[in-house]
């Protein structure tokens, strides 16, 4: 019998702050994670946008609480979170995904998943016209020494929350003011810096999302109605 495709409904939650989207990757992945049987679980991507914010991983070596002010002054907000990964930056003109996956129904990995959203990550940018984006020894997806998308995830008992920030038509003057993924010497880039055109985060969106459903081998659904997760 062939195995059947996993289903993941796509959820656009536009434009709101880090919180939020915090709040609403949580009632996704706690609305389903505790089914018996792992095959009932739904999956969905959320694709969003936040407003400025500049948000720390596990690893918070060199952030004191003196910066987290020094960052606040500058009309961002300030997270400290459970993701993988040192600081960085979220803002308008950035693409946010959030794959709320039970790998159990992918593959039950880790390390697959982020090599996964690695390759999503590199054919979208090859798709749009950015051949050179790749991986290095650090993380996320650079061209060249500037990186083009930042990766940081979290997974619980095969659960997967965070995902990708992938920058579209971000300005690129907010990351001036950390030292971005506590990489020294290296820089950002954005889809429109490299295109040398302007790129808006939906036109980006439906690049990744066809390129989702090819990398996770999976069918993808537009959720019909918000209301029963905001």
Known sequence: MAIRQPLVTIVRAGRHSYTAGLELQRKLAESTKNRPDFADFRNYIVLQEHDPVYTIGIRTRGYTIEDELRLRHLGADFHRTDRGGLITFHGPGQLVAYPVLDLRQFKPSMRWYVA???????????????????????TGIWVGDRKICAIG??????????????????????????????????????????????????????VLLAKFAKVFDCRLAEQCDNNEIF
């Open 116 to 138: 996964t959203l690695e390759q999503l990550v590199i054919e979208t940018c090859q798709q749009m016209g950015i051949p050179n984006a790749g991986r290095t020894q650090d």
């Open 153 to 206: 995830v979290h997974g619980s008992r095969y659960v997967t929350t965070h995902g990708i920030g992938l920058n579209c038509c971000t300005d690129l003057k907010w990351f001036e003011h950390i030292v971005p993924c506590g990489i020294e010497g290296k820089g950002v880039t954005s889809i429109t810096e490299q295109l040398g055109r302007h790129t808006s985060v939906d036109m980006a969106s439906e």
